[in-house]
């Protein structure tokens, strides 16, 4: 039976970067012999114009069908008056609630040939490659009761609740077990565990699964000592599993150390291997139709698309290998260019990957 990929490029560069995306797919399609079936739909901004909304229901039930949505970005100063529960990143988020993608996957990875973009030396990032699973529909972000109340004594105080159950433990921690078993068989739970009762039972749940992984080789740290680790010696790491704001704030950490947000994928997973896969960048308005958008984020999300929902991990090597030999050719595009390479546009850059992957 083929497999369903639904495009969604939203707003801003989205949709000029999920053409070349698509490009690349096309001929993926050809040279593994892969029986997919495109649709696409409006998301964010585009959305709201069209029907009023950010996410129509007949996008929404498609979504929930596809194997795989390709997702490009949303938002834009045009639609920065619409009420908070109807702007452009409404879209998102009902997606990601709708189809209980709880597990947010972003690899921080820098390809050697751009290692001068990031802010740390050299030989500490040179060819890093981490992983880093967030899970992304509970935790403190979604405990309850939370809010803002009045004490006796007149004085505000806020609160919000930490809460994780067995089961939402459980899931996430099987995704990054997986996930480790399919790359460097390293994982590291962070948590809080001397502190904070909630992450103390996931170290116990997570140590308990451990048992059932003995190909991969897990440890523990707290999220204090992760953040300094990240920054001492990042490539200490292969995946790192957190919850939702640890991982939230870690994960973009780590994504800072590549020093190129056009390079940086990410996918959302729920428990069917259902995936929405994005860029970490937004729908970067002020350069948005002049064709200096950088597609390799877009078309990294692809490769990931192929690797975790589809299954197709040679697909997957290729797409990252075609962009890896992009590099080595010294084309960049405005955001990672650098002294002696050549400058491209959107389009060059999706064209220059096809050639690579035709060659
Ligand atoms: P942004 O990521 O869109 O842009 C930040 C900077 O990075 C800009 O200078 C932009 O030009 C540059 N940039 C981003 N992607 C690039 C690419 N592929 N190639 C070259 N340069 C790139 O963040 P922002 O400016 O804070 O937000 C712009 C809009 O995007 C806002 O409406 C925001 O709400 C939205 N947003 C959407 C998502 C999403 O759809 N997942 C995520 C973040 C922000």
Redesign the pocket.
Known sequence: MSKQILCLP?????PE?VTEALKVLDVIKQKFNLDIEISDGLV?GASIDAYGVPLSDEVLAVAKKSDGIL???????K??DQPMMN???RG?LKLRSEMDLFANLRPAMLFPQLAEASSLKHELVAGLDILIVRELTGGIYFGEPRGIRTLESGEREGYNSYVYRESEIKRIAKVAFEAAQKRGGQLTSVDKSNVLEVTALWRELVTEMGKDYSDVELSHMYVDNAAMQLVRAPKQFDVMVTGNMFGDILSDCAAMLTGS??MLPSASLNDANQGMY??????????AGEG???????ILSLAMLLRYSLNEVAAADAIEQAVSDVLDLGLR???IVSEGCTLVN?SEMGDAVVRSLQA
């Open positions: 939203g707003d801003g560069i989205g970067i964010g997702f490009g970005a949303v938002g834009g100063p639609w920065d702007r452009p990143e998102l947000i056009g994005e860029p970490v960048h937004g729908s970067a308005p002020d350069i200096k958008a950088n597609p390799l984020a877009q595009t405005g955001d959107t």
